[in-house]
Protein backbone atom coordinates (compact mmCIF):
# COMPACT_ATOMS: atom_id res chain seq x y z
CA UNK A 1 0.00 0.00 0.00
CA UNK A 2 1.37 3.49 -0.69
CA UNK A 3 0.75 6.69 0.80
CA UNK A 4 -0.62 9.70 -0.88
CA UNK A 5 0.50 13.22 -1.14
CA UNK A 6 -1.63 15.78 -3.48
CA UNK A 7 0.21 19.19 -3.57
CA UNK A 8 -1.20 22.23 -4.96
CA UNK A 9 -2.68 20.35 -7.20
CA UNK A 10 -4.51 22.46 -10.00
CA UNK A 11 -6.03 20.06 -12.98
CA UNK A 12 -8.82 21.02 -15.92
CA UNK A 13 -10.03 20.62 -19.03
CA UNK A 14 -7.90 22.92 -21.78
CA UNK A 15 -8.43 25.99 -20.36
CA UNK A 16 -11.20 25.02 -18.28
CA UNK A 17 -10.34 24.96 -14.44
CA UNK A 18 -11.46 21.89 -12.52
CA UNK A 19 -9.79 21.34 -9.39
CA UNK A 20 -8.35 24.29 -7.82
CA UNK A 21 -5.26 24.07 -5.43
CA UNK A 22 -5.88 20.83 -3.45
CA UNK A 23 -3.67 19.63 -0.87
CA UNK A 24 -4.33 16.89 0.92
CA UNK A 25 -1.65 13.69 2.51
CA UNK A 26 -3.84 10.23 2.02
CA UNK A 27 -1.53 7.59 4.55
CA UNK A 28 -0.37 4.41 3.61
CA UNK A 29 -3.82 2.14 4.48
CA UNK A 30 -6.22 4.59 4.96
CA UNK A 31 -9.82 4.96 3.65
CA UNK A 32 -10.24 8.12 2.16
CA UNK A 33 -13.35 9.42 0.75
CA UNK A 34 -14.22 12.04 -1.36
CA UNK A 35 -17.60 13.89 -1.63
CA UNK A 36 -19.02 16.67 -3.21
CA UNK A 37 -21.53 18.12 -5.53
CA UNK A 38 -22.09 16.74 -8.77
CA UNK A 39 -19.85 18.18 -11.33
CA UNK A 40 -17.16 19.28 -8.57
CA UNK A 41 -14.35 17.25 -9.91
CA UNK A 42 -14.41 14.07 -7.67
CA UNK A 43 -14.08 11.99 -11.38
CA UNK A 44 -11.77 13.87 -11.98
CA UNK A 45 -9.18 13.86 -8.84
CA UNK A 46 -9.68 10.12 -8.78
CA UNK A 47 -8.60 10.14 -13.22
CA UNK A 48 -6.06 12.43 -12.33
CA UNK A 49 -4.88 10.00 -8.92
CA UNK A 50 -4.84 7.03 -11.87
CA UNK A 51 -2.44 9.35 -14.19
CA UNK A 52 -5.00 9.43 -16.69
CA UNK A 53 -4.86 13.20 -16.38
CA UNK A 54 -1.99 15.37 -16.32
CA UNK A 55 -2.45 18.47 -13.74
CA UNK A 56 -2.18 21.97 -14.99
CA UNK A 57 0.32 22.79 -12.01
CA UNK A 58 1.02 20.68 -8.76
CA UNK A 59 1.88 17.87 -8.21
CA UNK A 60 0.77 13.87 -6.61
CA UNK A 61 3.49 11.68 -4.86
CA UNK A 62 3.11 8.18 -4.88
CA UNK A 63 5.24 6.98 -1.52
CA UNK A 64 7.66 10.18 -2.63
CA UNK A 65 7.58 9.73 -6.37
CA UNK A 66 6.04 11.92 -8.76
CA UNK A 67 2.85 10.53 -10.81
CA UNK A 68 4.07 10.00 -14.74
CA UNK A 69 1.36 7.92 -16.03
CA UNK A 70 -1.32 4.83 -15.38
CA UNK A 71 0.86 2.31 -13.36
CA UNK A 72 -1.47 -1.45 -12.39
CA UNK A 73 -0.32 -0.48 -8.72
CA UNK A 74 -3.06 2.21 -9.05
CA UNK A 75 -6.41 0.64 -9.48
CA UNK A 76 -9.75 2.30 -10.94
CA UNK A 77 -13.23 0.52 -10.07
CA UNK A 78 -16.42 2.30 -11.57
CA UNK A 79 -20.11 2.26 -10.94
CA UNK A 80 -20.22 0.00 -14.17
CA UNK A 81 -18.46 -2.94 -13.86
CA UNK A 82 -16.17 -2.57 -17.14
CA UNK A 83 -16.94 -6.86 -17.05
CA UNK A 84 -15.35 -8.35 -20.35
CA UNK A 85 -18.83 -9.43 -21.35
CA UNK A 86 -17.75 -12.88 -23.23
CA UNK A 87 -14.93 -13.50 -20.18
CA UNK A 88 -16.32 -16.39 -17.18
CA UNK A 89 -16.26 -14.65 -13.61
CA UNK A 90 -12.85 -16.77 -13.40
CA UNK A 91 -11.04 -15.26 -16.78
CA UNK A 92 -12.22 -11.78 -15.42
CA UNK A 93 -10.68 -11.77 -12.11
CA UNK A 94 -7.37 -13.55 -14.09
CA UNK A 95 -7.21 -10.72 -16.35
CA UNK A 96 -4.53 -8.49 -14.11
CA UNK A 97 -2.86 -11.68 -13.48
CA UNK A 98 -2.35 -12.80 -17.69
CA UNK A 99 -1.33 -9.50 -17.74
CA UNK A 100 1.63 -9.83 -15.62
CA UNK A 101 2.18 -12.99 -17.32
CA UNK A 102 1.38 -15.18 -13.83
CA UNK A 103 1.68 -18.99 -14.80
CA UNK A 104 -1.81 -20.25 -16.03
CA UNK A 105 -1.74 -22.63 -12.71
CA UNK A 106 -1.18 -19.66 -10.39
CA UNK A 107 -3.73 -17.36 -12.35
CA UNK A 108 -6.36 -19.97 -11.63
CA UNK A 109 -5.64 -20.54 -7.93
CA UNK A 110 -5.20 -17.48 -7.49
CA UNK A 111 -8.77 -16.34 -8.98
CA UNK A 112 -10.10 -18.98 -7.21
CA UNK A 113 -8.59 -17.75 -3.93
CA UNK A 114 -10.20 -14.36 -4.74
CA UNK A 115 -14.00 -15.61 -6.04
CA UNK A 116 -14.33 -17.22 -3.28
CA UNK A 117 -13.27 -14.13 -0.79
CA UNK A 118 -16.05 -12.56 -2.56
CA UNK A 119 -18.82 -14.83 -1.81
CA UNK A 120 -19.01 -16.58 -5.30
CA UNK A 121 -18.14 -19.83 -5.41
CA UNK A 122 -19.51 -21.58 -7.43
CA UNK A 123 -20.06 -19.24 -9.98
CA UNK A 124 -16.67 -19.25 -11.28
CA UNK A 125 -18.07 -20.43 -15.22
CA UNK A 126 -20.60 -18.18 -15.07
CA UNK A 127 -20.98 -15.44 -17.78
CA UNK A 128 -21.02 -11.31 -16.90
CA UNK A 129 -24.81 -11.48 -17.93
CA UNK A 130 -25.57 -14.10 -16.07
CA UNK A 131 -25.04 -12.24 -12.42
CA UNK A 132 -26.70 -10.00 -10.97
CA UNK A 133 -25.43 -6.08 -10.81
CA UNK A 134 -24.03 -6.78 -7.16
CA UNK A 135 -22.53 -10.37 -7.80
CA UNK A 136 -20.88 -8.71 -10.85
CA UNK A 137 -19.65 -5.70 -8.41
CA UNK A 138 -18.23 -8.53 -6.55
CA UNK A 139 -16.57 -10.04 -9.79
CA UNK A 140 -14.81 -6.50 -10.28
CA UNK A 141 -13.75 -6.44 -6.57
CA UNK A 142 -12.28 -9.77 -6.87
CA UNK A 143 -10.63 -8.83 -10.11
CA UNK A 144 -8.90 -4.98 -8.68
CA UNK A 145 -8.00 -7.11 -5.89
CA UNK A 146 -6.28 -9.74 -7.88
CA UNK A 147 -3.77 -7.35 -9.03
CA UNK A 148 -2.76 -6.61 -5.54
CA UNK A 149 -2.72 -2.70 -6.57
CA UNK A 150 -1.42 -0.51 -3.49
CA UNK A 151 -4.18 2.29 -4.34
CA UNK A 152 -7.67 1.75 -4.95
CA UNK A 153 -9.44 4.14 -6.88
CA UNK A 154 -13.43 4.05 -6.23
CA UNK A 155 -15.69 5.87 -8.33
CA UNK A 156 -19.25 5.38 -6.72
CA UNK A 157 -18.65 1.82 -7.38
CA UNK A 158 -22.09 0.70 -5.24
CA UNK A 159 -24.01 3.58 -7.14
CA UNK A 160 -26.22 2.07 -9.03
CA UNK A 161 -27.15 -1.05 -6.66
CA UNK A 162 -30.07 -1.15 -4.21
CA UNK A 163 -29.77 0.09 -0.67
CA UNK A 164 -29.33 -3.41 1.17
CA UNK A 165 -27.11 -4.87 -1.64
CA UNK A 166 -24.92 -1.63 -1.34
CA UNK A 167 -24.69 -1.97 2.43
CA UNK A 168 -23.54 -5.82 1.97
CA UNK A 169 -21.20 -4.69 -0.45
CA UNK A 170 -20.03 -1.99 1.74
CA UNK A 171 -19.77 -4.56 4.79
CA UNK A 172 -17.57 -6.82 2.20
CA UNK A 173 -15.17 -4.68 0.97
CA UNK A 174 -14.30 -3.47 4.71
CA UNK A 175 -14.00 -7.05 5.45
CA UNK A 176 -11.50 -7.75 2.82
CA UNK A 177 -9.61 -4.69 2.77
CA UNK A 178 -8.90 -5.37 6.61
CA UNK A 179 -7.41 -9.06 5.45
CA UNK A 180 -5.80 -7.58 2.54
CA UNK A 181 -5.31 -3.42 3.42
CA UNK A 182 -4.55 -1.34 0.87
CA UNK A 183 -5.03 2.46 0.75
CA UNK A 184 -8.41 3.51 -0.83
CA UNK A 185 -9.96 6.88 -2.37
CA UNK A 186 -13.50 6.35 -2.41
CA UNK A 187 -16.32 9.07 -3.72
CA UNK A 188 -19.44 8.63 -2.94
CA UNK A 189 -23.00 11.02 -3.52
CA UNK A 190 -23.87 8.69 -0.03
CA UNK A 191 -22.72 10.67 3.07
CA UNK A 192 -23.97 7.34 5.13
CA UNK A 193 -21.52 5.49 2.73
CA UNK A 194 -18.67 7.83 3.43
CA UNK A 195 -19.14 7.70 6.99
CA UNK A 196 -18.80 4.04 7.46
CA UNK A 197 -16.52 3.56 5.18
CA UNK A 198 -14.19 6.43 5.40
CA UNK A 199 -10.92 6.95 8.07
CA UNK A 200 -11.59 11.00 7.19
CA UNK A 201 -14.27 12.35 4.48
CA UNK A 202 -12.72 14.58 2.12
CA UNK A 203 -15.59 17.46 0.79
CA UNK A 204 -15.50 19.36 -2.24
CA UNK A 205 -16.70 22.37 -3.01
CA UNK A 206 -18.63 23.69 -5.97
CA UNK A 207 -15.84 25.54 -7.23
CA UNK A 208 -13.78 22.66 -7.04
CA UNK A 209 -11.54 23.43 -3.92
CA UNK A 210 -11.30 21.39 -0.92
CA UNK A 211 -13.35 22.66 1.36
CA UNK A 212 -12.82 20.61 4.78
CA UNK A 213 -11.63 17.09 5.74
CA UNK A 214 -13.35 15.56 8.93
CA UNK A 215 -12.56 12.66 10.72
CA UNK A 216 -14.86 9.84 10.78
CA UNK A 217 -14.67 8.36 14.70
CA UNK A 218 -16.93 5.52 13.58
CA UNK A 219 -15.87 4.73 10.50
CA UNK A 220 -16.60 1.08 9.20
CA UNK A 221 -18.72 0.08 12.92
CA UNK A 222 -22.17 -0.72 11.77
CA UNK A 223 -25.15 1.27 12.91
CA UNK A 224 -22.51 3.27 14.67
CA UNK A 225 -23.36 6.64 15.97
CA UNK A 226 -21.70 9.64 14.05
CA UNK A 227 -24.21 12.10 13.92
CA UNK A 228 -22.06 14.94 14.88
CA UNK A 229 -19.77 13.75 11.54
CA UNK A 230 -22.45 13.44 9.70
CA UNK A 231 -23.70 16.96 9.99
CA UNK A 232 -20.80 18.15 9.85
CA UNK A 233 -20.35 16.57 6.06
CA UNK A 234 -23.68 17.26 5.36
CA UNK A 235 -23.23 21.19 6.13
CA UNK A 236 -19.89 21.71 4.65
CA UNK A 237 -21.44 20.35 1.37
CA UNK A 238 -24.91 22.09 1.21
CA UNK A 239 -22.48 25.34 2.39
N1 LIG B 1 -13.66 14.95 -20.53
C1 LIG B 1 -14.06 16.16 -20.14
N2 LIG B 1 -13.91 17.24 -20.94
C2 LIG B 1 -14.31 18.48 -20.55
N3 LIG B 1 -14.87 18.72 -19.36
C3 LIG B 1 -15.07 17.70 -18.53
C4 LIG B 1 -14.68 16.35 -18.86
N4 LIG B 1 -14.99 15.54 -17.83
C5 LIG B 1 -15.56 16.33 -16.90
N5 LIG B 1 -15.60 17.61 -17.31
C6 LIG B 1 -16.13 18.75 -16.53
O1 LIG B 1 -15.37 18.85 -15.34
C7 LIG B 1 -16.20 19.13 -14.23
C8 LIG B 1 -16.01 18.06 -13.15
O2 LIG B 1 -16.47 16.82 -13.65
P1 LIG B 1 -16.36 15.49 -12.81
O3 LIG B 1 -16.85 14.39 -13.66
O4 LIG B 1 -14.99 15.38 -12.25
O5 LIG B 1 -17.38 15.81 -11.62
P2 LIG B 1 -17.93 14.84 -10.46
O6 LIG B 1 -17.71 15.57 -9.18
O7 LIG B 1 -17.35 13.50 -10.60
O8 LIG B 1 -19.50 14.82 -10.78
P3 LIG B 1 -20.57 13.64 -10.49
O9 LIG B 1 -20.84 13.70 -9.03
O10 LIG B 1 -21.76 14.07 -11.29
O11 LIG B 1 -19.99 12.35 -10.94
C9 LIG B 1 -17.61 19.24 -14.77
O12 LIG B 1 -17.91 20.59 -14.97
C10 LIG B 1 -17.55 18.52 -16.09
O13 LIG B 1 -18.46 19.05 -16.99
MG1 LIG C 1 -18.15 11.63 -11.01
Same mark, same amino acid.
Given at each position: ???????????????????????????????????????? !???????? %? #??? =??? @????? /?? +?????????????????????????????????PLAIR???????????????????????????????? !???????? %? #??? =??? @????? /?? +?????????????????????????????????????????????????????????????????????????????????????
Amino acid at each position: MSRLSIDRLHVGYGSTGVLTDICIDIEAGEILVVVGPSGC !GKSTLLRT %L #AGL =LTP @TSGQI /LV +DGRPITGTSGERALVFQDDGLLRWRSVRRNVELPLAIRKVSKAERQTRAEQWISQVGLKGYENHLPRELS !GGMRQRVQ %L #ART =LAG @TPRVV /LA +DEPFGALDAQTRTTMQRLLVDVWQQHPTTVVFVTHDVDEALFLGDRVAVLGKNGRLKTVIESPAARIPDADSKAARTEILGAVAA
